[in-house]
T-cell receptor
């Protein structure tokens, strides 16, 4: 079983749609959680941290359920520019473990 | 602006040659740096942890004699792919942690080096 699991997609959605990604992790000692965005042939860039209380940044909402070891990302009002691969990332100590990524394609 | 740089950004080499990739932290010191590899349509896989002043720590399945890591200073780590083969063709990315917000250490990623071995 992978340490961090994601549905690889792709998720094909029209502009303006709401889309949700899920992620599960196996290491119960994980301390911090993130969503990164990676564009084709580029390095990952931090999208947002994920807090137990849930947090929102504009059109993006992240949720964490420690008991279920489950993380989610909701994107509202999708834009064409949201097309990318979204990586669920879990940190234990100083090390990051990446999920396989979920590919999102937003179409006009 | 970028806080971690990598050089070169793109390299093509012949099978059997060695390639050195540099990772530099800009304006901050990094006693630890991480080297990742990403094959097409796959996620980043940690190869090794580079430690300034001591030996690198390699992940299971990564050959330390093939992927030589040298953390020469507090701002520079190098990864040398020795006797490269076509199956080593990949996207190599380094990262460096630095103190960040309440969640702890932020990780800054370099722009990556795309290696193609012919």
């Amino acid at each position: 079983r992978k340490e961090v699991e994601q549905d690889p997609g792709p998720f094909n959605v029209p502009e303006g749609a709401t889309v949700a990604f899920n992620c599960t992790y196996s290491n119960s000692a994980s301390q911090s959680f993130f969503w990164y965005r990676q564009d084709c042939r580029k390095e990952p860039k931090l999208l947002m941290s994920v807090y137990s209380s849930g947090n929102e940044d504009g059109r993006f909402t992240a949720q964490l359920n420690r008991a279920s070891q489950y993380i989610s990302l909701l994107i509202r009002d999708s834009k064409l520019s949201d097309s990318a691969t979204y990586l669920c990332v879990v940190k234990a100590g100083n090390m990051l473990t990446f999920g396989g990524g979920t590919r999102l394609m937003v179409k006009p | 602006g970028a806080v971690v740089s990598q050089h070169p950004s793109w390299v093509i080499c012949k099978s059997g040659t060695s390639v050195k990739i540099e990772c530099r932290s800009l304006d901050f010191q990094a006693t630890t740096m991480f080297w990742y590899r990403q094959f097409p349509k796959q996620s980043l896989m940690l190869m090794a942890t580079s430690n300034e002043g001591s030996k690198a720590t390699y992940e299971q399945g990564v050959e330390k004699d093939k992927f030589l890591i040298n953390h020469a200073s507090l701002t520079l780590s190098t990864l040398t792919v020795t006797s490269a083969h076509p199956e080593d063709s990949s996207f190599y990315i380094c990262s460096a942690p630095t103190k960040g917000r309440p969640q702890g250490y932020e990780q800054y990623f370099g722009p990556g080096t795309r290696l193609t071995v012919t």
